[in-house]
């Protein structure tokens, strides 16, 4: 792994953690979407990727030496897709919880359970 | 063999069918329960094709294993599958007595079988990362179906459940990454056969590696320390439905890791893994217990147990650490799967239906459903006895062959964590009992049809009572699933072709 690369995964994943430990809904957002490309990056870069590896296309099959490998890369865009849509899932929910209660503080929410409990 | 796909395209069509129908409500009702009467039918025939003939496979898209997508049913394929599908059916039925019609106009019935897509491919892919996509593809089923009709505590609820399960979404494809760093490949019939004899500094790298994928089981799974979403996610979910969830959801996270720490990685190292789930385990059965145990709240008690339950199966995981208990380990867990998800999915219908019948939610505002629905408390009673192990139910012996393993292996300490839990949870089923069924009715309550829910839980308690007293067909059926998960042979040469090479055999 090249050091840039494994400096800007260290990074996301500090600040995506960060932002989803802060008690406000759009900020544990953001810290998913940090996070996600974090382990995206991560993803790409258990592929072997360097910045002298080729992009995977080839004609024959004697190329391949020096290439990245291709399968990662397929992994990180279904992923891309999956947490573009459960992110946008999960905004739409925190909108839905702000204009409910009126705040956007997880932890002033009413508690869980219902009247009969305790 | 390509009918297998069935079990994802059927569920996938019907929902998109639903979809278009909706505002029709009887022709989406007709159809779910059509079809997925007649997947749980197929599921038993397919069961019974693949113990007498062997391994089925199918490659997506033509690519060969272990680069394309391989779906797989083996014997703990089909089991799993025989149980989503009819659980899912049955769930389906007593919900169409309680769904509103405003949760029908949201999209329920599509919903739900995506989320019932999602088990059935959880249960069927041969493939690590697909395993990430099927557990989305479920989650996000269950978050619709969680939030149907958004009253103000669903949506709160959910809010707290899809942020956990996010965390643990990225986390799973972290540890993926990680174990693809390590082995070079995530096809599970692969990576057994790379992990087989893996040995030294190697090994301990996939150890490491693979121990991120089993915290995220284990979050699905709801073993401590990461149980707490549980409790308050399952109270919310739509009555008949959560029977569904409850029995369902938490146990793909216990069958990943049944696959994934008993069959798939084999190297030199694995059993520090499933002992770490061996002591988990413990914690989890006590904790789970001792939450029901302080619960006023019908399904809250009930959340709580599926948690206290969770903690037996994981017991039976941590138990293969011992190569000598394997198999007798492998297949108490197994049983205890077929046990507990019939008899709490059971017991979250009855528990509905104890509130629908006395019209009122909260154990203390509640009794009297012995005098006004006497079925209902017989059913009942045969469900929490047989989940708290009494003979002749099936808790008892799922229970039986967990211990006897754990005594095997001169585990004393988790048998008798084992056994005190199954004594706490009497208690508190003897909580729900003397609250919600003695006791005199508040008021009379109005005259309801209660048939339409009464004959599908029947069928869940039927099966129960049928797997304590006939248990020996499934008993075989978990042995040799057992023999399959730790000697996955037949399973890798179905995979990757009879060329392969043998576990044990250095790659």
Redesign the interface.
Known sequence: VELPLAIVIGMLFAGGTYC?LRPN?VR?VIG?GL??NG??L??I???GYSIASGAPFVKDAAETAGLMDP??PD?VL??IV??F???A??LS??Y??YR??DTDD?EK??P??????? | MNQIIGFLLVPFLTALVQALLNGHPRAERAIGLVSTVALAVWSFVVLAQVDANGIQVSMMGGHAAPYGISLVADRLSCIMLCLSTSVGAVALAYSLSTVTPAQEKYFFHPLFQIALLGVNWSFLTGDLFNLFVAYEVMLIGSYGVMMVGASREQVRQTLMYVAVNLVGGTLFVAGLALVYATTGTLNMADLARYTAGLEGERAAVVTTASMVLMLVFALKSAVFPVFFWLPDSYPVVPAGVNGFFAGLMTKVGVYSLLRVFVMTFRQDGNEVVTQTLLILSGFTMILGVLGAVCQWDIRRILSWHVISQVGYMVMGVGLTANPALARMATAGTVFYIVHHIIVKSSLFLLGDLAEHVTGRRGLKQMGGTLVLAPIVAAMFFVSAVSLAGMPPFSGFLSKLLLVRAGLAGENWIIVAIAIATGFLTITSMMKIWSYAFWGSPQEAPGPRSIAGMVAPASVLVAATIVLGVWAEPMLRLADATAVDLIEPRAYIQAVLGEAASLPGVAP
């Open positions: 989803l809904l544990m998913f996070l996600s382990v995206n991560m993803m870069a258990a592929g399968l990662p992994i279904t992923a999956i947490n849509a459960v992110g899932l999960f929910i925190c839905v919880v409910d209660h997880p929410l009413p869980a359970g219902f009247e009969g409990n305790g």
